[in-house]
Structures are given as structure tokens and as C-alpha cells.
């Protein structure tokens, strides 16, 4: 049932999808086990309350708890409505509230962020892809998919685009900025490859030193030990990973006054909520302060 259900042919589910949805289902049927049940129909209401108090001693963090609750209570339903189960068990599970607060900051002062591009002027490895991540706002994801052929010139606009896929799976045409663009170039001159637009080039956008595509957890490793050396922190000390880089980015075209719902739309997000709420939060707020109506200055 959890193959069928993780392979089901009627969700687009990509390959990382599936991986992170057979991870938590076979711990729930080692949990399963380790209660003493042989199957999960031997499960009642009162069990997947059991069940969800023995996920909150382990996951401490909501937002991570309320990605495993939500995994397993579709898999539960999903089991109900083919038949599998007799009792739909999968409401003894309940929604977990996620803790706004829980959110780390994630604010990169834009002179540091330049310093530490600055540091990698003889590595345009590293340089290009800081450059790329912090004026794309791409995921990491979205920059080791695209080939090369997937990179235009606009004659309208006069700049240059690169097609790649978001998460959520739809086509976005990213604006690549000429100074990261020409960094880039150098980078791929150094490990052999076409600089050239070739609407036949198969080689991946940004390659890893041998020309191929990275992996995902590969060049994340890769960067945040480039990050973290050249002294790359929050403006709060705190350690910085890739994807921050996205969060520098709708910060930084909100403090510029782009519209809220234009920076949603660049960066793929299904609401503006999510963008409010996960990566402009803070700025909000501050807005909003009304410190500015109550003065004592003597």
C-alpha cells in the first residue's frame, strides 16, 4: 500500500517527493511494529493520537512535526477510500499550528553579502552562483536542472532568460543578470565547456567541475562551506545557508518597492501568504510600527 500509494499515477510526485514520503511512511510502520501491530488496520482513533504525541517528543520544530502529520494523514485516507481500511483512523490525527516564531531569520546585510562575493573575485565557481542565487531568487534546484540550451536571448526585453522548473513544478523563465552571466561564462570557459548560446547543448547551466550536473545535496554541501568561509553571516551572526539567498532576494525587491504579489509570482509561491509569512515577516512588522506616533524627546 505504500508503494501503490507513493507511485500513485494520478499525483505528479517528483523523485525527492516520493523519497521524503517512503522515508516517513516506513517509520510509521516501524512504529507500527513497535507497539506491538502487524498491520496498521489493527490501528484505532486512539492510536494515531499515540502515535502523533510520539512524533511531538521528536520533533520539536512545527513546521517539520505538521510535514510528518500531514504525510501520514494523507496516507491514511488515501488507504480509507480504497478500501484498505475499514475505519477511517486517519482523524485521530490532528492539524499541528505552526509557530510563526519558529521561523529563523534570515536577513543578510546587502555589504556583507557583497564582501563575500568580493572574496571569490579568482573563483568564479563560487562567484557566479552567489551572484545568480541572491538577483534570481532561484532554489538551488531550479539552477542545476535547466542544460545550457535552456538559456535565450530576449530581443524585447534585451536580456538574457533561463527556463527551468520550480517546486511546485511549473515553467519559469529567470531573468540572469549580465554581470552574473559573464562570471558564469568564465567559469564554464575554465572547465571546457560552450559559452556560446546553443539551443542543442545539453550540458548542464551550471555544471560541476567535470562539466556534469550536480546533485542537489552535493552543491548545497559545496556552497554553504564557500558561504561560511568567506564570513558570510545574518546580520545577527548566525550561520547562512543557500536558500537564504532567496530570502535576500524578496527582501531586498520589497525594500526596493516591488509590489508583494509580484515578488509571489517570481519566486513561485502558491499565496502572498506564504510570502508575508515566511520570508518578509519581519519587515512587515516594522512597517507597521507605530513607534513613530509616541515620542517623549526631551
Not at 484498505?84 to 536577513?107: F, H, Q, T
Request: charged share 30%.
Amino acid at each position: 500500500m505504500v508503494y501503490l500509494y507513493v507511485h500513485n499515477r494520478e499525483k505528479a510526485r517528483k523523485a525527492k517527493t516520493k523519497e521524503d514520503y517512503t522515508r516517513m511512511l516506513l517509520a510509521f510502520l516501524q512504529y507500527t511494529a513497535a507497539v506491538g501491530k502487524s498491520d496498521i488496520r489493527q490501528f484505532a482513533r486512539f492510536d494515531m493520537e499515540a502515535f502523533q504525541l510520539h512524533l511531538e517528543q521528536r520533533y520539536t520544530k512545527s513546521s517539520t512535526l505538521a510535514k510528518k502529520v500531514v504525510i501520514v494523514h494523507s496516507f491514511l485516507s488515501w488507504c480509507y477510500e480504497e478500501g484498505y481500511l475499514s475505519k477511517n483512523i486517519a482523524r485521530g490525527l490532528r492539524p499541528v499550528k505552526l509557530v510563526k516564531e519558529e521561523i529563523p531569520e534570515r536577513d543578510i546585510d546587502e555589504l556583507d553579502l557583497k564582501d563575500a562575493i568580493l572574496f571569490y573575485k579568482d573563483n568564479p565557481k563560487v562567484q557566479s552562483l552567489l551572484l545568480i542565487l541572491a538577483t534570481s531568487g532561484m532554489r538551488l534546484n531550479e539552477v542545476i536542472t535547466p542544460c545550457w540550451k535552456d538559456l535565450y536571448w530576449d530581443r524585447r526585453q534585451k536580456r538574457h532568460y533561463l527556463i527551468t522548473r520550480t517546486k511546485r513544478d511549473k515553467i519559469r523563465h529567470v531573468h540572469i543578470k549580465d554581470y552574473a552571466l559573464n562570471v558564469l561564462l568564465e567559469y564554464r570557459k575554465r572547465v571546457g565547456l560552450s559559452t556560446e548560446l546553443n539551443s542543442e547543448d545539453e550540458t548542464p547551466f551550471y555544471p560541476n567541475r567535470y562539466g556534469q550536473r550536480y546533485t542537489l545535496s552535493s552543491l548545497s554541501s559545496y556552497l554553504s562551506k564557500y558561504i561560511a568561509a568567506a564570513g558570510l553571516t545574518t546580520i545577527h551572526g548566525n550561520r547562512v545557508t543557500p536558500h537564504f539567498m532567496r530570502h535576500y532576494f524578496a527582501q531586498t525587491a520589497y525594500a526596493k518597492g516591488a509590489p508583494l504579489d509580484w515578488i509571489s509570482e517570481t519566486v513561485d509561491h502558491s499565496s502572498t501568504k506564504i510570502t508575508k509569512d515566511n520570508y518578509l515577516s519581519r519587515q512587515l512588522k516594522k512597517d507597521r510600527d507605530v513607534s513613530d506616533y509616541v515620542d517623549l524627546e526631551m
